[in-house]
């Protein structure tokens, strides 16, 4: 070895290679992957905070458009506020002690300590588990309960379906429900974000007046001659699986095994 290859190291020796020799080709092209797997791997761990606190800000963004409060020139921090959270036990449906802070739904329901699984009969939002406890976004205005919002998921054709429920004072009446992540079909089933036909949940009753739960996405339109309108939505044209899914989804969370216990209890002490 002359003292000039000495000199030159092992990157200078390669680079003296030839540019179609073999044994070059195979050290830049790991290089060059070596070099952009540190530049993912860094930027995905730089911009996690970012990633979670723009996740937040979304999920925020949907709890006040579900009750009508979100306003684009608004701070939605500062309008966020207004909410008091609290986590319910779905079993009794009393409020829990635990700092709603602390509580991660996903990881919840899917810890076996943390959750219940359910049966067939009982499964009809198709989600397996479902967590003991549960989020809730209270809506005060001058210190009494206006709207409830409340964290609702399940199956449609192509995907669960992410979103939240609100209910007026009466604990009955929707404000209104959105849907944040999914992936149903745009144009089908993705319809289910069209306002026209998120605005139809405004309104409507969940429950009839002997407490049962009414609610339903019919197939095709609900007109005045639609028996029960007060409970009834119109099914999605061409995306009837959609459609199904979300009455599923929505019966589920405000029935026994979900909202139902501590519905009952806020509506009759809201009637006293
Ligand atoms: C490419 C493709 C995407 C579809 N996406 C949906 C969907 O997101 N939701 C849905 O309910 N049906 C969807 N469908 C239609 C269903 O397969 C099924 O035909 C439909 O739900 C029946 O509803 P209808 O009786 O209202 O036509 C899709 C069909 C095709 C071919």
Request: with cysteine; charged share 25%.
């Amino acid at each position: 070895m002359t003292d000039q290859n000495k000199k030159r190291g092992f990157f200078g020796k390669i680079l003296d290679l030839p540019n179609d020799d073999p044994k070059k080709t195979i050290i830049v092209a790991f290089l060059l992957c070596l070099v952009c797997s540190v530049l993912v791997s860094a930027s995905a761990v730089m911009f996690k905070p970012l990633q979670k606190a723009n996740k937040a800000t979304d999920i925020r963004k949907n709890i006040l458009a579900v009750t009508g409060l979100l306003n684009e020139e608004a701070d939605v921090n500062k309008l966020f506020e207004q909410f008091e959270i609290k986590l319910v036990d779905l079993s009794t449906g009393d409020y829990s002690d635990i700092d709603p802070a602390s509580f991660d739904r996903r990881k919840a329901a899917g810890d076996p300590n943390q959750s219940i699984a359910l049966s067939g009969e009982q499964d009809i939002a198709n989600i397996s588990r479902r967590a003991n406890l549960a989020k809730i976004y209270l809506l005060k205005v001058d210190g009494e309960i206006s709207q409830v919002v409340l964290p609702i998921h399940g199956y449609g054709l192509w995907s669960t379906l992410y979103g939240f429920v609100s209910l007026e004072a009466d604990f009955n009446t929707i404000g209104g429900l959105q849907f944040y992540s999914h992936a149903e079909t745009p144009g089908l089933g993705g319809e289910v974000d069209n306002p026209k036909w998120r605005k139809q949940w405004q309104g409507k009753k969940a429950f009839n007046d002997s407490g049962e739960l009414k609610i339903e996405v019919i197939r095709g339109h609900v007109s005045f001659q639609t028996t029960d309108a007060e409970h009834k939505i119109d099914g999605l044209s061409g995306a009837t699986l959609t459609s199904r899914g979300v009455s599923n989804l929505v019966n589920f969370w405000l029935g026994d095994n979900g909202f139902g216990p501590y519905l009952k209890k806020m509506s009759a002490e809201a009637e006293k």
